[in-house]
């Protein structure tokens, strides 16, 4: 059984940066390509970037295009997400999960596992 934990969320000001980490135990985390997610109170759950099991290949929604970047480290089993220009529409709950695919994938309902989520506030 796969468990992701995320750490690193928190409060900062309009323009800051934050860096999301999410470990994975139980499995290998290589076995899995993975992503990000998140959820703003009222709102939809909405994809913000994904990586490929080998971290080969990345894709990150518009809205945090050149602000964001995930990253993975297989032998540590851990997954980032460096957020940086960080805006007031940014915040939400972040969550990660990983999906039995290799390759990039956009979509939540193909993700197998999913972290509890943290807490992401852009004070403006």
């Known amino acids: 059984q796969v468990q992701l934990v995320e750490s690193g969320g928190g409060l900062v000001q309009a323009g800051g940066s934050l860096r999301l980490s999410c470990v994975c135990s139980?499995?290998?985390?290589?076995?899995?390509?993975g992503g990000w997610f998140r959820q703003a109170p009222g709102k939809e759950r909405e994809f913000v970037a994904a990586?490929?099991?080998?971290?080969?290949?990345?894709w990150a929604a518009d809205s945090v295009k050149g602000r964001f970047t995930i990253s993975r480290d297989n032998a540590k089993n851990t997954m980032s997400l460096q957020m940086n220009s960080l805006k007031p529409e940014d915040t939400a709950v972040y969550y990660c999960?990983?999906?039995?695919?290799?390759?990039?994938?956009?979509?939540?309902?193909?993700?197998?596992?999913w972290g509890q989520g943290i807490q992401v506030t852009v004070s403006s």
């Open positions: 139980g499995r290998t985390f290589s076995s899995y390509s």
């Open positions: 990586i490929s099991w080998s971290g080969g290949a990345t």
């Open positions: 999960a990983a999906s039995t695919y290799s390759i990039v994938v956009v979509d939540p309902s193909k993700y197998d596992y």
